[in-house]
């Protein structure tokens, strides 16, 4: 009997062990569990902790990951404040908006790509073994689950900027009703945030924050700023503009908001009419490579099979 086990049949278990071996360690490490006289201490310091249903377990995974993010994104901080600043903008375009979302961000990466190398090596050293093309699987398992998180922060960003872009010029029409009405600037917004939050949520979500940063004492320039920074919509940095040139300056804020969404809808249906110039173009290949054949077949076939079928006659 042989005991001599091929190295690249071992490897992949050793691997596996190995992962599941590092996820054990992290989750007992992380999880803070206390015992029963702690948790009667924190009902007694809180009573609201009394009657508060157990977590579960996405909520305990979500807080060990939370724990264990300052950790795990250590080696993936930004080297400079521009570049933590750009980050942290990206992520506010997604909606992410926490303080700890970009450590929570850059730990998932690093988790991501820890677990992408080992997927790799598991494929990779069963499949190729110790060669060149077993490393090789390893690289790109790991570089393809590094930059997973990136593409899925990039379709988050796109698809928010697009809700945000399309629901806008509705909103300022009811800014506008409302300011030319006797609203304030502030009042209006409120009231928007309200009247549209079915519709719209992820403005009327940067709305409120612009409407709390305001009640707060913050100045209403570097809340318009923000406002458009934070969404990273060019109509609402245009918007934003607009309304901090219209607070320096005295004018009136209703006729800024009924030229702004004016515009603004001029050039929505200048993106939909250049859309619909464009199907005649996107239908060409549809044509060609579905529709056309069958019309063809239908035309042509019965004349293809007569002349067939007279080609038989004639030989017999």
Same mark, same amino acid.
């Given at each position: 009997?042989?005991f001599?086990?091929?190295?690249t049949?071992?490897?992949?278990?050793?691997?596996?062990?190995a992962?599941?071996?590092?996820?054990?360690a992290l989750?007992?490490?992380?999880?803070?569990?206390?015992?029963?006289?702690?948790?009667?201490?924190?009902?007694?310091?809180?009573?609201?902790?009394?009657?508060r249903?157990?977590?579960?377990l996405?909520?305990n995974?979500?807080?060990?990951?939370?724990?264990?993010?300052?950790?795990?994104?250590?080696?993936?901080?930004?080297?400079?404040e521009?570049?933590a600043?750009?980050l942290?903008i990206?992520l506010?375009n *997604?909606?992410?908006?926490?303080?700890n979302?970009s450590s929570?961000?850059?730990?998932?990466?690093?988790?991501?790509?820890?677990?992408?190398?080992?997927?790799?090596?598991?494929?990779?050293?069963?499949?190729?073994?110790?060669k060149?093309?077993g490393?090789?699987?390893i690289?790109?398992g790991?570089?393809?689950?590094f930059?997973?998180?990136e593409?899925?922060?990039s379709?988050l960003?796109?698809k928010?900027?697009?809700?945000?872009?399309l629901?806008?010029?509705d *909103?300022?029409?009811?800014?506008?009703?409302?300011?030319?009405?006797?609203l304030?600037?502030?009042?209006?917004?409120r009231r928007?945030s309200?009247?549209?939050?079915?519709?719209?949520?992820?403005l009327?979500s940067?709305?409120?924050?612009?409407?709390f940063q305001?009640q707060?004492?913050?100045p209403?320039?570097?809340?318009?700023?923000?406002?458009?920074?934070?969404?990273?919509v060019?109509?609402?940095k245009?918007?934003?503009a607009i309304?901090?040139?219209?607070d320096?300056?005295?004018?009136s804020?209703?006729q800024?908001?009924?030229?702004q969404?004016d515009?603004?809808?001029?050039?929505?249906?200048?993106?939909a009419?250049?859309k619909a *110039?464009?199907?005649?173009?996107?239908?060409i290949f549809?044509?060609?490579?579905?529709i056309?054949?069958?019309?063809f077949?239908v035309?042509v076939?019965? *004349?293809?099979?007569?002349?067939?079928?007279?080609?038989?006659?004639?030989?017999m």
């Amino acid at each position: 009997m042989n005991f001599s086990m091929d190295m690249t049949s071992v490897l992949p278990f050793a691997c596996f062990g190995a992962m599941a071996f590092g996820m054990w360690a992290l989750m007992s490490f992380f999880s803070g569990k206390t015992n029963r006289a702690s948790e009667r201490l924190d009902e007694l310091r809180d009573p609201g902790k009394r009657n508060r249903e157990p977590e579960s377990l996405g909520m305990n995974m979500g807080k060990m990951l939370e724990k264990a993010a300052p950790a795990l994104s250590q080696s993936l901080q930004p080297k400079s404040e521009l570049e933590a600043s750009a980050l942290k903008i990206r992520l506010a375009n *997604a909606g992410f908006q926490s303080p700890n979302a970009s450590s929570m961000y850059l730990a998932i990466k690093f988790v991501a790509l820890i677990v992408g190398a080992i997927a790799g090596a598991s494929y990779g050293l069963s499949v190729y073994g110790m060669k060149q093309n077993g490393f090789v699987a390893i690289i790109v398992g790991g570089g393809l689950s590094f930059y997973f998180p990136e593409l899925i922060i990039s379709f988050l960003k796109m698809k928010r900027q697009e809700k945000i872009f399309l629901s806008l010029p509705d *909103a300022l029409d009811l800014l506008v009703v409302c300011v030319e009405a006797g609203l304030g600037l502030d009042s209006g917004l409120r009231r928007v945030s309200e009247e549209l939050f079915d519709s719209a949520p992820e403005l009327c979500s940067e709305f409120n924050k612009s409407n709390f940063q305001l009640q707060i004492g913050k100045p209403r320039r570097e809340v318009l700023h923000e406002l458009g920074i934070r969404t990273g919509v060019d109509d609402l940095k245009a918007l934003s503009a607009i309304l901090i040139q219209a607070d320096r300056f005295g004018s009136s804020i209703a006729q800024a908001l009924r030229v702004q969404s004016d515009s603004m809808r001029i050039k929505r249906r200048q993106i939909a009419e250049e859309k619909a *110039a464009a199907t005649a173009v996107k239908m060409i290949f549809p044509l060609v490579l579905f529709i056309f054949p069958g019309i063809f077949v239908v035309l042509v076939g019965p *004349a293809a099979i007569n002349m067939y079928r007279q080609l038989l006659q004639t030989n017999m």
